[in-house]
C-alpha cells in the first residue's frame, strides 16, 4: 500500500466515525464576538432556524489588542456596541459568553474558537488567549502585499502549526484559502485593468505540482483541518473558477485531507441566508465523512 493510499485510509476510518450530520448542519466559523449584530442567544436562533447542529462560536483575536481609543473609534465607525473589554479581561469575557450559551442549549454541540491571522504564525502568537478557545482558525489572508497565498504558503503554515501543537495541543484549522486566492487574483486583475473574465484557470489554481501529495503529507496524522467556506458560492457561477477550485481541492479530499465546513458569517444578512454547501461540496469532494472529524475529535474532548 503507497503512503498516499495508507494515509487516505487512516484519516478516512477517523472522519467516518461522525459522519450523521449533514454538511448544512455544521457550521464551525459563526462570528458572535464583538461584530455579533444582536444579543448572542437571539444569534443562536438564527443558525438553528436553518437546521444547524453544530456550530463554532468565533471572534477575531487582533480585536482585543486596540488600544480604548481605537476601539471606540472601531465601533463608531462601524457602529458596534462595546459588548467586551479589550484585553485579556476580554478574552475571558468572550469565551465565558460562548460558554454560558452552550449550557443554555443543550440540545445543540457548540464549541468556541479564535481566528488568529496567519502572520502570527511567523511572529508568536499569544498562547495565553489561544488556550482559552477550543480550536484555533488560522486566517489565510488575500491581503499581502506579494503573491496570493498559494500551495507554498499552505504548506509552510501546516509545518508551523504541527510546531505550534507541540505546545499547544488543541485542533487548528486553516480558514478559507482557496477562495482568498480568487479575491486577491481578481483585485489585481481589476487594479490592473484586465477584466475579470480573462483569467485563466492556471491563474486561480492554487497547488503546483506534486504540492497536493506535500501538504497533505504535512496534514498527515495531525489534527489540522482545511476550512470550506461559503465565500466559494461567489465564485462557484464561474466556469473557470470553478474548475480551479476543483482541481486544487478534489486531489486532497481523495488523499484523505479531513476539512470543515462553514457560513463565516457576520452579519444578520449572512446569519439568515440558506446555508447549502453541498451545492458546490459534491464536486469538490468534501462530504459528511471528511467533513466531521473536527466535530467528533472536540466532542471527544467535552
Request: net charge negative.
Amino acid at each position: 500500500m503507497t503512503n498516499r493510499i495508507l494515509f487516505a485510509a487512516v484519516l478516512s476510518l477517523v472522519s467516518a466515525t461522525g459522519a450523521d450530520l449533514e454538511l448544512r448542519q455544521i457550521d464551525l466559523h459563526y462570528h458572535s464576538g464583538m461584530e455579533r449584530p444582536v444579543p448572542l442567544p437571539e444569534w443562536i436562533k438564527h443558525a438553528t432556524a436553518d437546521g444547524r447542529k453544530a456550530i463554532a462560536l468565533i471572534d477575531h483575536l487582533e480585536l482585543y489588542r486596540k488600544s480604548p481609543s481605537e476601539y471606540a473609534g472601531w465601533r463608531s465607525k462601524g457602529g458596534f456596541e462595546a459588548l467586551y473589554p479589550v484585553g485579556a479581561e476580554g478574552h475571558r469575557a468572550l469565551m465565558a459568553s460562548f460558554d454560558s450559551v452552550a449550557k443554555q442549549h443543550p440540545e445543540l454541540l457548540i464549541f468556541k474558537a479564535w481566528e488568529v491571522y496567519e502572520g502570527e504564525l511567523d511572529t508568536g502568537p499569544d498562547i495565553e488567549a489561544l488556550k482559552l478557545a477550543d480550536f484555533i482558525g488560522w486566517h489565510i489572508s488575500p491581503n499581502h502585499a506579494g503573491q496570493p497565498p498559494d500551495g507554498a504558503l499552505l504548506i509552510k503554515r501546516a509545518k508551523q502549526i504541527k510546531e505550534l501543537r507541540k505546545k499547544l495541543p488543541v485542533p487548528m484549522v486553516l480558514l478559507h484559502p482557496f477562495t482568498m486566492r480568487i479575491e486577491h487574483v481578481q483585485r489585481k486583475a481589476r487594479e490592473a485593468g484586465r477584466p475579470v473574465s480573462s483569467l485563466t484557470v492556471e491563474d486561480y489554481r492554487f497547488f503546483g505540482p506534486g504540492e497536493h501529495e506535500e501538504f497533505a503529507s504535512a496534514l498527515y496524522s495531525d489534527s489540522i483541518y482545511v476550512e470550506i467556506s461559503r465565500s466559494t458560492e461567489a465564485y462557484w457561477q464561474d466556469p473557470v473558477a470553478r474548475r480551479a477550485l476543483i482541481e486544487d481541492i478534489a486531489p486532497l479530499a481523495e488523499m484523505g485531507v479531513r476539512f470543515t465546513v462553514s457560513t463565516d458569517a457576520h452579519s444578520l444578512a449572512d446569519a439568515t441566508k440558506p446555508f447549502r454547501p453541498e451545492a458546490y461540496c459534491k464536486e469538490l469532494g468534501v462530504n459528511p465523512g471528511n467533513a466531521s472529524g473536527l466535530i467528533q475529535e472536540l466532542s471527544a474532548r467535552q
